[in-house]
């Protein structure tokens, strides 16, 4: 791999020496590590090819940052061409049929959990409704039952009653009728 000097470089791009050294500072991510401080830059064949590309750029009209940005994007795409396999058609095809039989399961997954989602909430409100029911009819036993406990009262109240009457009857017929008579 050759190495140029920024002199040898400036002439093949056809531009000042100061104008590559202010692309190599623009373009410093694209090129070779540059030599410690007081050294004089040199260049690789690739790095020559990258200030090509950059010259061009600039030539077209684009600022140095955005011809930067155009040379990292072109960097991504070529690394991504290499990163990406070529892939047999088969072989893609097959794997993009296991993708559409992915989605397809996961659709028939979602639409089982909507139709089970839907028997629950459908039994939920049955299960309102018959609470519901179940409610009224406490409520009337509770209502017969104090119905019942009032009865119940009043037959225990007249009970006692028929009680204290009988005894004062048999009070009556122990005590003589002059004594009933006076009330004594």
Known sequence: MPIRSTAEVAELLEVADSTLRRWSRAFSAH?????SAGANRAYTDDDVE???????LVAVGLTLDEAASELI????????ARAVPAVPAR???????????GQRTILDSQQVNR?????VIQDNFNLKEENARMRERMMRL???L???????????ALKERIKGLERGQA??????????????
């Open 142 to 144: 509770e209502q017969e």
């Open 31 to 35: 090129l070779s590590p540059a030599p």
């Open 146 to 156: 104090g119905d019942l406990r009032k009865r119940d009262g009043r037959y225990g």
């Open 73 to 80: 994007e072109a960097e991504l795409s070529k690394g991504l």
């Open 115 to 119: 139709d089970l989602l839907g028997v």
């Open 50 to 56: 990258v200030l090509r590309r950059a010259r061009d």
């Open 171 to 184: 009070d009556d017929e122990g005590r003589g009728w002059l004594a009933r008579f006076f009330g004594f």
């Open 91 to 101: 072989a893609l095809s097959d794997g993009l049929q296991a993708i559409v039989d």
